[in-house]
């Protein structure tokens, strides 16, 4: 079995349970969900969800190159919004981060996420 190991980066958001910002496992790097905190205050950034994406990726951009890579090696990505009318907007977010091939994907809506986000991130990258 592979052994894990947990990733840490400091310009990411503290986690806020018990589980660690990414677990890399052979040559796979699980990220956790992200949710739009600030890493300093850790607070929303803003109730606009473009701004909540934008700082959702900027999140897991950090954590990705605390593991020694970056978006461009993310194969799946699992995104949760309290909203599917907001669709569109992660969507146009995305194509700013993300180049072709883009990642495999699922986008589901939920009642609620942590501290009233309205997007959480979750992403899967395939380490070098």
Not at 16 to 27: H, R, V
Not at 61 to 67: D, F, K, Q, S
Not at 86 to 99: K, L
């Amino acid at each position: 079995m592979a052994k894990k190991e947990a990733l840490h980066s400091d310009k990411a958001p503290k986690v806020i349970g018990p589980y660690s910002q990414a677990i890399k496992s052979g040559s796979m790097v699980f990220l956790s969900g992200q949710i739009p905190l600030d890493p300093i205050s850790m607070e929303l950034v803003s109730h606009d969800i473009a701004e909540q994406t934008r700082q959702v990726l900027d999140n897991l951009t950090a954590v990705a190159n605390a593991a020694g890579g970056t978006l461009d090696d993310c194969v799946k990505l699992t995104i949760y919004l309290t909203d599917l009318n907001h669709f569109s907007v992660v969507n146009e977010v995305m194509e700013t981060y993300f180049s072709s091939p883009f990642p495999a994907r699922a986008t589901v809506e939920v009642s609620a996420l942590p501290r009233a986000a309205q997007v959480e991130i979750e992403a899967i990258l395939q380490a070098g």
